[in-house]
C-alpha cells in the first residue's frame, strides 16, 4: 500500500538531513502556498506529487547551505516584504538598526536629499521612503542586477521618493550635492573566515571589498565631500572591528562629530560622521 506523503512525514525527512525545523516549515509553506501556522495546525495534510518534489528540492538545497531568503524569494526588513535573489545580499537584521539611527537624524517634515549608495535589493531606501515620505531619496548600485531587483521592491512597496541610478560610487552623479549620504557596502576582506557556507552562495561583489575589506569606505571617502551640502551627514554600516580604523579615516579628512554605534548585539557596526 502507498503511504501517503504527510506535511508530518515531509517535516521529519527535513529533520533528518538536518534542516532546522522553522526553516522546513517555511519551505513547505512556501511549497503549499499556505501559511506556516497552517503547517503546523495540519500535520495529516497530504501533499501531491508535484508538491512533494518541489518540498524535496528545496530541502535538499537548504541542506547544502543554499539561504533561506534565496530558496523563498523573499525576505522581510522592517516589516516590508522585499524580493530577494542572489544577485543581491540578504538584507541582515543589523541593518534595520542602521535605518533606525537614520531616522533619528530626520526629521519626519524634512525633505532632506538622501544618497544611499550600494543599495542592492533596496531595503534601506525602502524603509527610510516608508517612514519619512518627503526626503528625497537617491539610490545607486554598480550592479544593475541587484537595481532591477531593487526596482521590483520600490515598486512593489509604491514609493514615489526614490530614484534608482546605475553608478559606481559617485561615477554617474555629476556635481549632485546631498544632505546624507548613507552605505551599507561590502566590508569584508578577501581572507575573512566568515565567508563559507551560507554566505557563499551571496554575491562575492555584495560582500568582499578587497584585500583589507575597508577599499569600499576608501573609494567611498576619496569622493564623498564634492557630494555633501554644508552640515551634511554621512552614516556607515560597518564589520564589528572596523570602527577604529574608519573613525581614523573620517579624522583624516576632517570629518566632525564622529561617533560609532552598537546593533542589537552589542557590537558597533555604525560610524556617523558630519562635515561643517
Ligand atoms: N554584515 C554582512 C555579513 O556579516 C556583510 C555585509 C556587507 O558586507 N555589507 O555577512
Redesign the pocket.
Known sequence: MKIDYTVELALQDANRINIDLLDAELLLAHTLKISRTNIISRPERILTGAEAEVYKGLIERRSRHEPIAYLLGTKEFWSLDFIITSDV?IP?P?TECLVQELLEQIPIDKSLDILEMATGSGVIACALASERPKVNITATDKSKKALAIAKHNVENQGHKNIKLVHSDWFSSLGKSKFDIIVA?????AESDH?LQKD?LFEPKR??VAGKTGMEAYNAILDKVQKHLNSSGMIIF?HGFDQDITLKSLLKERGFLGIVSKLDYAGMPRMTIARTL
Open positions: 545580499l541582515r543589523e551599507n557596502p561590502p566590508y569584508l566568515h554566505l555584495a560582500l554600516e
